[in-house]
Each structure stands twice: as C-alpha cells, then as structure tokens.
C-alpha cells in the first residue's frame, strides 16, 4: 500500500498559509509531494489533495452514494444555509438540482442576452473618462445586477435596492485574506454586538433573508409566480411528487444563486479584463475577432466566436476562481491511482494545481489562450466549474455572461491598466480574486 505524503506543518500554520498564501502554498506542496498530497487545516478534517487527471476521473465518475459531499462543505453553512444545493446529499440534492436546471439552459438563459448588455452599459457609462477605477467593483456591479433582475425579475424598486447594497457588503465582509478568516475559523463566529465582524454580518444576513421571504410572500399571496424570473420558475416547479420548494428552500437556493452567480463572475471578468490589457497581442486577436460580428451585435453570435471563448477558457485556467472541486467524503473504501482510502476519508480534486500541470498545458504560468483553440481538454484536465452530479448548474449562465459582457466593453471602450505591477491573486472568501481589483482608467468611448 503507498503511503501518503504531506506538509508535517503545524495546522494552524497550515490554515493561516491557506488563507493568506492560497496558490503559493498549493504551488510549494505539489512540488514537494507530487500528485497526491494530504492537507491538515487547524479545525477541518484531513483532506486528501489530487491533481492527476486519471485520479480526479475516478472520483467523478464513480457513483456519487459512494461519497457524502454537501457535509465536506460545510464552511458554506453560514453562506447558504441548511437546504442549499452545495450542501444537499442523495435523493435531497437529486430532486433540487432537477428543480434548479431548467431556468440556466436553452432558449430561456439566452434571453438573458440583452438584460446583461444593457446593464454592462449602464455601469460602464457611469465611469469618467481618464479617471483610475476598480474593474472588480464594476463587474461585481453589472454581475450582481444581472443576476438580481434574472433570479427576480425586479425593477429596480426598494427591495432590488435594499438586496443589492446588502449583498454586496456582506460579500465584502468576507472579501480579504484577514476577514477570510471569518469563514475558516469558527470561533471567530460569535456575536457579540452589531459592531463585531461576526455580528454585522449576522445582522446583514438576517437583513437579506427578510427581504428574500418578503418577495416570496408577496407572490403567494399575489399569485404571481409564473414570470420568466428564475424565482418565478421555481415558485411553481413541482417535483416527482408534486410537491414545491418551502420557503427555507427557496430561501437558501435564491441565496446560493446570488452568492455564486454573481461574485464569481465578477472576479472571473476582472481576470480577463486584466490578461487582455496587459498582453497587446491578446488584446489585438481578439478585437480583429470582435470586428468580424459587424454593427448587429447578436449575443447569439458573439457566444459562439473561437478566440473569445479561448480567452474566457484561459482566464478560468490560470487563476481558477474556485482552487478545488467540492470535496467528498468516502461512505466505503476506495482505490484511486494506486492508493487506499479508507471510508471518512475526505477527497479534494485539485482545480488550480491540475490547471498548473506542465504535462497538461506547457508554460502554465503563461496566459495563452490558443492552447485552447489548438486542443480539446477532458473534462478531468480542465474543469473550473467542478465535476459530476456536483458540477455548477449555472456554468453555461456564466460563460454567456462574460463573453457577453467582454465583447460589449472592448467593442465601445478603449482602456489601459492604471498599474503595471503585476495583479496577484489573493482570497477573497473560498474564492481566488485579483489583488487590488485590477485598476484600469478609460481612454475613450468608441
């Protein structure tokens, strides 16, 4: 039986690394132990690190009642709460992710097409011409709009207002190294007023539940639950047996969809912006690419254009927004490459160290979108959504809406970098963000 290596840091060293060092850390353990490495963080069960693509292909397609994976993930608990779908396991999360599919594929995601062109205008008209601002607070901006108006189909009256400032703080309340430690450290999770960092999120997050449970109960009592609005399509789903979402239900998916819908794309969007900016050759391939669409901008046929895709293929690689795919917990023994793995044991693919791998992608701290154009990738070599029965249901949503939002600024904006150090990405949550929100200034509008 091989034995399994890994760092024989102390733990709490090894959490705190994990917050303040997330890739660096990552970088020095594969190099130092291989393929497949355990990790000991101070308050969470040992996890067993892989970025083989043979190994990561045994655990997602092995049968998933093999595994308990919501219960590795609960550092989301105070996110999303008890019936979210990233915690859900077996039967529980077969039948929300059934109820959750439809409204993020076919012709009804497409719809979306020019809610998010018109919201990328509005945000990028508010930026002065020749003044230094955040790319992040702007896609956070333009995501956290769109994914506002298509879960709830609200114009923008006092509750889409009051939810947008709510969600974006209490996002911010978790969004540097230091205040990371908020979700990784449950003993700093204690309320002790409104002005504790624990307790002002408490009371934002009790803040955001009323206003969710205010709009679900005004459509029951209303009866208005059957608008093209993703909470409108899950107000009336039904499963197999006939039976709707509770209210708790609908609560914690209405608030994964925001969390995850909105907060990834913008750090994902502000990646690009920065690769396309800081690499002319990119930038010029991909505005003789954009040029060919002419004067009719159809988000039909900007989603489907090689070069930008690459791009947005790219960007997820080299600095995946999330470092690992959920983890899983063994229910019985298992053989993966080799090894031997007793059940409870915690199982963790490796996103960003796969996407580092030198046999995989050649140069891989190199941004080169052609090397997606130039090859096609398993889903077991190039996976930024996750894998399996545990694969992000709004993947297909977020490709469109970067290529959507990318191809409308670059078609009317001309922008430079406002800094030429280079951006590092640091944690913001569970998540990887670029350092300092990528500072950009516009030149001129087209």
């Known amino acids: 039986m091989q034995v399994i290596n890994g760092p024989s840091t102390p733990q709490f060293i090894q959490l705190m690394e994990a917050i303040a060092r997330p890739t660096q850390r990552l970088d020095a353990y594969a190099k130092e132990y291989g393929d497949v490495f355990i990790s000991k963080l101070s308050g969470f ?8 693509p043979q190994a990561i292909q045994q655990i997602l397609t092995a049968d998933p009642n093999l595994f308990d994976s919501g219960v590795g993930n609960q550092i989301l608990h105070p996110l999303v709460g008890d019936y979210s779908l990233l915690l859900l396991d077996g039967s529980s999360h077969q039948r929300q992710r059934k109820l959750l599919t439809p409204p993020f594929h076919g012709d009804r995601m497409k719809s979306y097409g020019t809610l998010i062109c018109e919201i990328t205008e509005q945000i990028m008209n508010q930026q002065a011409i020749g003044e230094v601002f955040s790319v992040r607070s ?3 901006e333009i995501s956290l709009r769109v994914i506002l108006k298509a879960v709830f189909g609200l114009d923008e ?3 889409f207002q009051q939810l947008r400032k709510l969600l974006s703080s209490i996002l911010d309340a978790v969004g540097s190294p230091l205040n ?3 979700l990784f450290v449950p003993g700093l999770q204690k309320d002790l007023g409104a002005w504790s960092p624990w307790g002002k999120f408490v009371r934002q997050r009790r803040a955001i539940n009323r206003l969710i449970y205010d709009e679900i109960e005004t459509r029951r009592t209303n009866n208005n639950i059957f608008g093209e609005d993703i909470l409108s399509l899950m107000m009336s789903a039904k499963d197999e047996n006939g039976q709707s979402m509770t209210y708790a239900e609908l609560r914690d998916e209405l608030i994964t969809l925001l969390f995850a819908g909105h907060e990834t794309t913008a750090s994902a969007l502000a990646w690009a912006f920065y690769w396309i900016h800081k690499l002319p050759n990119v930038k010029s391939k991909l505005l003789a690419e954009l040029t060919t669409i002419g004067t009719n901008f159809d988000p039909n046929v900007v989603v489907k254009l090689p070069y930008l895709t690459a791009v947005c293929q790219e960007t997820l690689r080299i600095y995946p927004i999330a470092m690992f795919t959920f983890s899983r917990i063994l229910k019985a023994p298992m053989q993966i490459m080799g090894y031997d793995f007793a059940a409870g044991t915690q199982l963790t693919p490796c996103i960003y160290l796969t996407n580092q791998r030198e046999d ?7 941004f080169k979108p052609e090397r997606f154009l130039e090859r096609q990738f398993s889903p077991y070599e190039f ?6 029965n545990r694969r992000c249901i709004g993947m297909a949503f977020a490709m469109f809406e970067m290529k959507l939002v990318l191809a409308r600024v670059l078609s009317q904006w001309q922008m430079n970098l406002a800094e030429t150090k280079p951006v590092q990405p640091v ?3 569970i998540t990887l963000a670029p350092s300092g929100g990528v500072k950009m200034w516009l030149k001129t509008k087209c």
């Not at 069960?45 to 083989?52: G, K, W, Y």
């Not at 995989?360 to 190199?366: A, L």
């Not at 996976?383 to 399996?388: K, Y």
Request: proline share 12%; aromatic share 12%; no cysteine.
């Open 360 to 366: 995989i992608y050649p140069e891989p701290k190199q």
């Open 383 to 388: 996976l930024p959504f996750g894998g399996s």
């Open 45 to 52: 069960r040992p996890f067993v690190l892989f970025s083989h």
């Open 157 to 159: 009256n006092e509750r």
């Open 180 to 182: 990371s430690t908020l």
């Open 138 to 140: 702007a896609t956070q």
């Open 427 to 429: 944690r913001r949550g």
